[in-house]
């Protein structure tokens, strides 16, 4: 149980983090979270808890095949606001625009036999 308290706290504390620098300094802010710090932190568990190396090379093939889709998302989001849309409507724009993304992209990589 300690354990998964010790995991919680850790990825917690990153985003805290990155909300508490962002607002001191944007730039630095949008740094720290295009870290993969909690990839890093999530492989590091898995491997430790299961020392799975085809499980864990799996998960980092997928983690990258599913970052891809959700890039657009970062630039829709201030496009969207310099339009006028407000922040929750143009989220859920990035948001609906990701998933849609994610299920074209999980299509296309089932064509060589890679099921995300």
């Not at 802010?29 to 710090?37: E, H, Q, W």
């Not at 891809?68 to 407000?86: A, D, E, H, N, T």
Request: glycine content about 10%; aromatic content about 12%; cysteine-free.
């Amino acid at each position: 149980m300690a354990w998964y308290a010790l995991k919680t706290l850790l990825t917690a504390g990153i985003i805290v983090l990155v909300s508490e620098v962002a607002k001191q300094k944007a730039i630095l802010g949008s740094l720290i979270a295009s870290l993969p710090l909690v990839s890093v932190l999530g492989m590091l568990w898995l491997y430790g808890e299961t020392q799975d190396a085809e499980r864990l090379i799996k998960h980092s093939e997928g983690t990258f095949w599913y970052v891809i889709p959700s890039l657009p998302m970062f630039l829709l989001l201030p496009l969207l606001m310099r339009k006028g849309i407000g922040f929750y409507g143009a989220l859920g724009a990035g948001l609906a625009l990701t998933v849609a993304l994610y299920l074209l992209t999980a299509k296309f990589m089932s064509r060589f036999g890679m099921n995300l």
